[in-house]
């Protein structure tokens, strides 16, 4: 059972720094494309970042030279570290992988970021 436990989050000033981090069980992690996506209150869900199994990276526009993506595969843990951050990167910031062609999500870990 392929199970995603999101951490990390929570209040920040603006210009603040979070690391939000990703546990991974029950999937081949290493070989995992694996990405963050946040949702703010009424808007959809969003790509934040991906990271493939050769850790090659992909960004939205918007957390671009402030987010970075990593991961360890020896601990199956993807990090999120985020910088410079702004009110509007106030969301609840969701796991993903597929596994098997399936989808999977974590419950989402909030980051509140305030002017």
């Known amino acids: 059972q392929v199970q995603l436990v999101e951490s990390g989050g929570g209040l920040v000033q603006a210009g603040g720094s979070l690391r939000l981090s990703c546990l991974a069980s029950g999937t081949i992690f290493s070989i995992t494309v694996v990405g963050w996506y946040r949702q703010a209150p009424g808007k959809q869900r969003e790509l934040v970042a991906t990271?493939?199994?050769?850790?090659?990276?992909n960004y939205a526009d918007s957390v671009k030279g402030r987010f970075t993506i990593s991961r360890d595969n020896a601990k199956n843990t993807v990090y999120l570290q985020m910088n410079s951050l702004k009110p509007e990167d106030t969301a609840v910031y969701y796991c993903?992988?597929?596994?098997?062609?399936?989808?999977?999500w974590g419950k989402g870990t909030l980051v509140t970021v305030s002017s």
């Open positions: 990271i493939t199994s050769g850790s090659s990276t």
């Open positions: 993903h992988l597929t596994h098997f062609g399936l989808p999977y």
